[in-house]
């Protein structure tokens, strides 16, 4: 099992920034690829981004390429979003997910942390 711990939400007007944390903790050993997700008020929970926890292998969301950049820390079991240029439509409840192979689905959630934007 794996156990997913986020941090670092908040509230921030916009253009600001934010660093979302992701600690995992468990058997770590066997994640394949860790990602973040975002569910806004009404809607369906969205990806954001992810990168492998060898550190390759990113990808981002168009909505938020260029302006947020996911890393992993291995060192610490730790997976970071740096969301840079902060819009209101960013305001949503931000998951970490995990997942074990690349086939299949991510299969370890945390249980998220809130970053509202003001306008």
């Known amino acids: 099992q794996v156990q997913l711990v986020e941090s670092g939400g908040g509230l921030v007007p916009a253009g600001d920034s934010l660093r979302l944390s992701c600690a995992a903790s468990?058997?770590?050993?066997?994640?394949?690829?860790m990602g973040w997700f975002r569910q806004a008020p009404g809607k369906e929970r969205e990806f954001v981004s992810a990168?492998?926890?060898?550190?390759?292998?990113?990808v981002y969301a168009d909505s938020v390429r260029g302006r947020f950049t996911i890393a992993s820390d291995n060192t610490k079991n730790t997976v970071y979003l740096q969301m840079n240029s902060l819009k209101p439509e960013d305001t949503a409840l931000y998951y970490c997910?995990?997942?074990?192979?690349?086939?299949?689905?991510?299969?370890?959630w945390g249980q998220g942390t809130q970053v509202s934007v003001s306008s």
């Open positions: 997910a995990a997942k074990i192979s690349p086939i299949n689905s991510y299969q370890y």
């Open positions: 468990g058997r770590t050993f066997t994640i394949y690829r």
């Open positions: 990168i492998n926890r060898n550190g390759g292998n990113i």
